[in-house]
């Protein structure tokens, strides 16, 4: 093999070696972060199944306009963006299985490994956060009374 050759390519094509490194670590990254993970993922329909059969907490990590429009029943409103703040207050459920839910499931998942490296043994991240809750499955939702209509 002729090493010289791909030195020469990545000094003449600097940008491109280095978005490829780039691309490599983000990808190691992930697939690190998907196989040691301490969050499972539940399907909208898996979660109400889970709610149905234990004792489970939700908690919504959307901020507090979001969580007015719409949330499930009985979601404790807790935002990412002031998260660690609410963390000692979650305390006692460290034991209970918690289930995360956000908009889309980003911010959600997010929040779960928040729980997770805080000591939280049974967290639950639902997929497609309350998008896929209201729109895919149209499942039931609750509207706050304070909710202003336009």
Excluded at 39 to 46: C, D, G, N, T, V
């Amino acid at each position: 093999m002729d090493y010289n050759r791909y030195l020469e390519f990545a000094l003449n094509h600097y940008i491109l070696s280095l978005a490829l490194a780039v691309v490599t670590y983000l990808l190691i990254q992930e697939l690190f972060d998907t196989a040691f993970k301490k969050f499972a993922a539940l399907s909208p329909l898996l979660a109400v199944a889970k709610m149905n059969n234990e004792q489970v907490v939700i908690i919504d990590v959307r901020e507090p306009l979001e969580f007015t429009e719409s949330h499930i029943e009985d979601a404790k409103n807790t935002p990412l963006s002031k998260f660690v703040d609410y963390l000692p207050g979650l305390e006692t459920y460290k034991k209970t299985p918690l289930l995360v839910a956000c908009q889309t499931g980003t911010r959600s998942a997010t929040a779960a490994k928040m729980l997770t490296k805080a000591g939280f043994e049974q967290v639950f991240v639902i997929t497609g956060g309350m998008a896929a809750w209201e729109n895919d499955y149209k499942l039931p939702v609750k509207i706050s009374k304070n909710k202003k209509k336009a």
